[in-house]
């Protein structure tokens, strides 16, 4: 018999991968999480039902929440990373020898303990001494963190449902406004623009955002596997534009080798379609 792992992207569109192994089952008290192997994506991690993160193109989506705001503000000390269970935003923020801490506050830590069992491409560097794991509501976290204490807060969340549904909150968003220093940086998963209901949280999330920040920009990368494939990300900040502040030299200085993120790209990312901006610019929440 065949195993087939199948999403639905809407009631009319289906994203199937043919699984050679069913590898992890578990159901926490907050979602289903499942590890599955196949050939074309090796293994990959779904919690209820929906596609995480995968050995084939985990790296996208990895580079382009992290490495943008740090190529803007190389200096970065202390970050937030609030969701992040399978451990790849992590990862990346531990290749900057500059970082000095890092709280990683995730509310399912059966989320972690499998991806550090099935999936350690990804779950590799949570063991760093600079990596703090709280394993709570990121919500509350926010709310009783320090005001001015992070230099960057990275919200690595599932869709607006469930556990994550907190994380798309204006109480929330002025939390995050609030524990940052006065240069820190925002970065988010910024849903789809492509589906209506992606969409639709999409721009409900980016008229919160943009009514807190002074600048708030959205980019955009390719992630096959998740939702039409075309995937955005929200950069918010109180001083820094990644446009016209991004420190390229300090950045490449570090020599840091990235299978997706470059400076050309960074620049290129943050040039949408027009039917994005379009819906960016009409956002209403």
């Not at 798309?168 to 406004?177: E, G, I, L």
């Not at 589906?195 to 009514?211: L, N, P, V, Y």
């Not at 001083?239 to 490449?252: E, G, I, N, R, T």
Request: hydrophobic residues 40%; proline residues 5%.
């Amino acid at each position: 018999m065949e195993l087939w792992y199948t999403e639905e992207w809407t009631q009319n569109v289906r994203l199937s991968i043919k699984a050679t192994r069913h590898l992890y089952s578990e159901k926490s008290e907050f979602q289903q999480v499942d590890i599955l192997e196949s050939k074309e994506f090796g293994r990959f991690l779904t919690l209820d039902g929906l596609m995480m993160a995968n050995e084939k193109d985990e790296f996208i989506y990895h580079d382009c929440i992290v490495h943008p705001a740090m190529a803007t503000n190389p200096n970065i000390k202390k970050v937030l990373v609030i969701g992040a269970g399978d451990g790849g935003t992590v990862r990346e923020l531990t290749r900057y020898p500059g970082i000095e801490k890092i709280d990683m506050v995730e509310i399912d830590e059966l989320v972690v303990r499998s991806c550090q069992q099935f999936l350690p491409i990804t779950a590799e560097k949570l063991d760093d001494p600079r990596v703090s794991l709280y394993f709570e509501d990121g919500v509350a976290f926010a709310k009783n963190s320090k005001d001015g204490y992070y230099d960057l807060v990275i919200v690595d969340s599932t869709d607006p449902i469930g556990p994550g549904e907190g994380l798309f909150s204006v109480d929330f968003y002025k939390d995050c406004y609030r524990i940052l220093a006065a240069d820190g940086i925002l970065v988010n998963q910024h849903e789809s623009p492509y589906f209506e209901r992606d969409a639709r949280e999409m721009k409900r999330s980016h008229s919160k955002i943009k009514a807190l920040f002074p600048i708030s920009r959205v980019y955009q990368a390719h992630i096959p596997t998740y939702p039409s494939g075309h995937w955005l990300f929200g950069f918010a900040s109180k001083k820094l534009d990644p446009l016209k502040d991004a420190d390229f030299a300090a950045w490449k200085e570090l020599g840091l080798k990235t299978k997706y993120y470059n400076t050309d790209l960074h620049t290129g990312a943050f040039a949408l379609p027009t039917y994005v901006r379009e819906m960016l610019d009409n956002a209403t929440a």
